[in-house]
Nanobody
């Protein structure tokens, strides 16, 4: 499966952005999806994950209650709605896919993902 992430940009502190990730070349509904981010000089960090069915999601404390992951299996797209953005949210954001049998499994580890999109840069200015 090929993944294309887009929607990044420059936003002020407290603002919002919605990232999208379009999938092609695979059966989208068989993949659990994740969002990760990487700031310069730092390791890639887990941001959000959503199950194949869309019924299960999981977030780290750093973004919980500010970010929301969703998916539209009919459009082969996963979204990341980011609200109340902070300067520390500045990073390149990546979407990723991993095939899973269970419809409700969420996956938070970088190493568990098989397919990655290119990054889209989010810059939060103060």
């Amino acid at each position: 499966v090929q993944l294309q992430a887009y929607g990044g940009g420059l936003v002020q502190v407290g603002g919002s952005l919605r990232l999208s990730c379009a999938a092609s070349g695979g059966t989208f509904r068989t993949y659990a999806m994740g969002w990760f981010r990487q700031a310069p000089g730092k390791e890639r960090e887990f941001v959000a994950t959503i199950s194949r069915s869309g019924t299960s999601t999981y977030y780290p404390d750093s973004v919980k209650d500010r970010f929301t992951v969703s998916r539209d299996n009919a459009k082969n797209t996963v979204y990341l709605q980011m609200n109340s953005l902070k300067p520390e949210d500045t990073a390149s954001y990546y979407c990723a896919a991993t095939e899973r049998r269970s419809a409700n499994v969420v996956v938070a580890m970088v190493a568990s993902y098989d397919y990655w999109g290119q990054g889209t840069l989010v810059t939060v200015s103060s």
